[in-house]
């Protein structure tokens, strides 16, 4: 399995992405924010069908491009107008999927080819995006350790950030922007449909086990690398698409973590003597 | 013994004519705010009478249509926000982001740098020492988002203080408050300003819950509708008339 380099790609690029999006997932969650995930990833499908449209054999740029759109239509639309955020999700994500389906049928791509994009595919992983998860990872990683302080404030409230000095609007922008980032680039591992579990389920499941935030962030590093890298692995041993593979083995953390927290509150604490 | 604003020494809070419109709704028409250094003052008004935009105006979280903001003299709001204390109404917690109590104060901390928030000696005597001041010693190992409305007000006021401000800024502070629960805050509140001597500016929907603590008070609705001593704001027919803040004679026995 080690020897396959398509394998090795895969490998890598879960090394980097799995503990990526359990990091940003972490304050996703905290600041609802999981359906923007979930709107930006289906938006994306609009960017694969007008790359295949273009002709592309390889649809990342426009995939890549077309997420940083919805993203940027999210906050422009919530600023400038009276509707509900959720509902302007919504709006975004039944249009896109509604475009780039009608586009993708036009083309009479084979169900194969959608297949691929909506729940992953370790073969899909090329170079481009191995480079592209490592330096994100690089990036990200280094970013929220740099600014953990003023992101956690951010994350409390954002007028007592702003008195303490926290520049909310910037760094707000920047979290949307590396967000997207890492969804787009991580669809070709988790597929379209399935990308915003590997942000989601990773904290929440280490949250039943953390006191926390330092608790909750790295165990949610250790659940989003093991759930990523385990995933693939099985993925290629039984021969089923990644993305599902990863969503089950993080699944089955969760359901253990939610045992260990029973048994911890169960069975009290030794009286220390 | 209370003087008007006027005449106690170096302003700490002045605005002059501010107006904001939000939304084509006229929320502040010329409001003229004083609050003078070492006093605790309140600021009441019904829901909508645009006490949180002054106060967000003050903070440099909205900016003024016309008019002026100065704190400690200065223009530029952002360079007095090092001096300024504030507590919100309520947080955006959500249940599962379980930041500790004791995290939550090394955040305000300046030499709290990465490494998790790992204990570093000078912190965690500053911040025992600011939780005894507050009485909330017990709460450090706590998640932030899983307190009570009265121990996450105790909290905040905590964290607050760290920086040792010399202004402090409460926005309806005992919203999720019981209460008698709330008079204790209140009491709290008066406590920490006359032992740091304090600048304090309370924003409350109620007038009787204050009254005991607050040297000088400003009835807001839109302007400035009535200012001076708690007792005479209290018994102001204009006030009544004007828009029936709850003006019970609550806390009178305290005074006579």
């Given amino acids: ?273 | 013994m209370h003087l008007c604003p006027e005449h106690q020494g170096p302003l700490v809070v002045e605005t002059r004519n501010l107006r904001v419109t939000l939304g084509g709704r006229s929320i502040l028409d010329g409001v003229n705010f004083r609050v003078p250094k070492g006093q605790l003052v309140a600021l009441i008004g019904p829901n909508g009478s645009g006490k949180t935009t002054l106060l967000r105006c003050l903070l440099g979280l909205q900016k003024p249509d016309s008019g002026e903001v100065r704190l400690f003299g200065e223009s530029d709001v952002r360079e007095a926000l090092p001096r300024i204390g504030y507590v919100p109404q309520r947080l955006d917690l959500e249940r599962s982001f379980i930041l500790s109590v004791r995290e939550f104060l090394a955040l305000r901390m300046e030499n709290t740098r990465h490494w998790f928030w790992q204990a570093h000696k000078t912190n965690d005597q500053l911040i025992r020492s600011s939780v005894a001041e507050i009485g909330v010693e017990e709460l450090l190992d706590r998640p932030l988002a899983h307190l009570s409305g009265g121990q996450l007000q105790r909290v905040l006021i905590a964290f607050s203080l760290l920086r040792n401000p010399e202004l402090l800024l409460l926005d309806e502070p005992t919203a999720g408050v019981d209460t008698p629960g709330e008079q204790t805050f209140y009491d709290l509140i008066a406590d920490v300003q006359q032992r740091r001597k304090l600048t304090v500016v309370l924003v409350s929907h109620d007038l009787s819950m204050v009254f005991r603590q607050a040297s000088w008070v400003y009835a807001l609705n839109g302007v400035i509708c009535c200012e001076g001593h708690p007792e005479h704001v209290m018994n102001a027919e204009s006030l009544k008339q004007a828009y029936g803040i709850h003006v019970s004679p609550y806390h009178h026995h305290h005074h006579h």
């Fill in chain 1, 1 to 273: 399995m080690f020897t396959e380099p398509f394998m090795q790609r895969a490998l890598l690029a879960a090394l980097f992405l799995g503990p990526l999006c359990a990091l940003l997932g972490v304050f996703v969650t905290a600041r609802r924010m999981a359906f923007f995930s979930d709107t930006i990833s289906h938006g994306a499908l609009t960017g694969v069908a007008l790359g295949f449209w273009l002709g592309m054999p390889d649809p990342t740029a426009p995939l890549i491009l077309f997420s940083l759109l919805i993203a940027g239509a999210i906050v422009w639309l919530r600023e400038r107008t009276d509707l509900v955020t959720d509902t302007i999700m919504a709006l975004l994500l039944s249009w896109s999927v509604a475009i780039g389906m009608i586009i993708l049928s036009l083309l009479r791509r084979r169900p194969g080819d959608i297949h691929r994009f909506l729940f992953g595919d370790i073969l899909a992983i090329g170079p481009l995006e191995v480079w592209l998860a490592a330096g994100l990872f690089v990036f990200v990683g280094v970013g929220v350790f740099l600014k953990l302080n003023d992101l956690s404030l951010i994350t409390v409230q954002e007028e007592m950030a702003h008195v303490c000095g926290v520049p909310v609007r910037k760094l707000n922008f920047l979290f949307v922007i590396v967000l997207t980032l890492t969804v787009a680039v991580t669809i070709r591992l988790l597929g379209i449909i399935l990308v915003t579990s590997l942000i989601v389920i990773p904290p929440a499941t280490a949250r039943s086990l953390s006191g926390n935030l330092r608790q909750q962030i790295l165990l949610s590093l250790g659940i989003g690398l093991f759930g990523a890298l385990t995933g693939t692995a099985l993925s290629y041993a039984l021969n089923v698409p990644c993305g599902p593979m990863i969503v089950v083995t993080c699944i089955v953390l969760f359901v253990v973590s939610l045992g260990v927290r029973a048994l911890k509150r169960a069975v009290p604490k030794p009286a220390l003597a």
